[in-house]
């Protein structure tokens, strides 16, 4: 079986600072890490292609740096590892990137079927879920979203358990399908020494946009209808106040009372409800 793992490139978002006088991410020096939730599909994938047999592939879009996560996913167990880096790429959004990918993940399916794609649920600097469905979509492949465990799979058909609002869900759809997959859906393994030896020679391929005939007008930023016009940090927490009630506990009280509608805050009991008590 054909396995392909849509995986991005992401700063480490416990360490992204904000520049001030652009509210633009600053990156320099700041890590950057496979995706969480695209690693969980990695590890999904591999675990099936060694139970199952075949193949797994990776496709990434990003910058040339980015060929360090797709040699990180070859010392996990991927067979080959593919990154599509080109300027005309830079700025997609969601709908954009899930059009450059589709396209070349078109060209993958003709020379080598493609049986399941995973993708993580979303990308933690985005947080968009789009990409995914939105890949599924152009395909015209199934989509099964927020996986938690696959239950079955065969030549033809999977078995999935998904998170819900409302609690699981067990769906089935036929293949080739797409998943967007959840954090418990396994745990990671470590790289072993022999993975760890290739990956270190290996050389990831290159496309740019002259490999496929992709439109420029639904890609980088003339195919992108959305754009981030100001991003901020949100302002720290003051240290608060404590006031001792233990001395006079009704002034304290009424003083409390002051303080919150002085804020502006609104507070109702749970027992109360228009102003009596039930």
């Avoid at 490139?9 to 006088?21: F, K, L, N, Y």
């Avoid at 999935?160 to 699981?168: A, H, I, P």
């Avoid at 759809?173 to 270190?200: F, W």
Wanted: proline share 6%; net charge negative.
């Amino acid at each position: 079986m054909h396995f392909v793992v849509c995986l991005k490139q992401v700063p480490d978002t416990s360490e992204v600072r904000i520049d001030p006088a652009t509210n633009t991410l600053m990156r320099e020096g700041v890590p950057s890490i496979i995706n969480p939730y695209d690693a969980h599909g990695l590890e999904e994938a591999i675990k099936l292609r060694d139970q199952l047999g075949g193949k797994v592939t990776i496709v990434s879009m990003g910058p040339p740096q980015a060929k360090e996560a797709l040699k990180k996913a070859i010392s996990f167990g991927a067979d080959r590892a593919i990154l599509l880096s080109d300027r005309a790429f830079g700025g997609s959004d969601s709908l954009a990137t899930a059009y450059v990918l589709s396209t070349v993940l078109k060209k993958i399916h003709e020379a080598e079927p493609i049986d399941l794609i995973f993708t993580g649920k979303e990308a933690i600097d985005g947080d968009t879920a789009q990409t995914g469905p939105g890949i599924a979509q152009r395909l015209g492949f199934p989509q099964l979203t927020y996986i938690i465990k696959i239950i079955d799979i065969s030549e033809s058909s999977i078995t999935v358990e998904r998170k819900t609002e409302s609690g699981r869900q067990i769906v089935q759809a036929k293949l080739p399908a797409l998943i967007t997959v959840e954090k418990e859906l396994n745990e990671i393994r470590y790289a072993t020494l022999p993975n760890m030896m290739k990956a270190a020679a290996y050389e990831p391929e290159v496309w740019d946009s002259k490999f496929l005939e992709f439109d420029i007008m639904q890609m980088g930023l003339k195919g992108s209808p959305t754009s981030v016009s100001k991003i901020f940090a949100p302002p720290g927490r003051s240290g608060g106040e404590i006031i001792d009630g233990t001395k006079d506990p009704v002034a304290t009280a009424e003083s409390l009372v002051q303080k919150i509608l002085q804020q502006n805050i609104i507070m109702v009991h749970p027992l109360v409800k228009g102003g009596k008590n039930e």
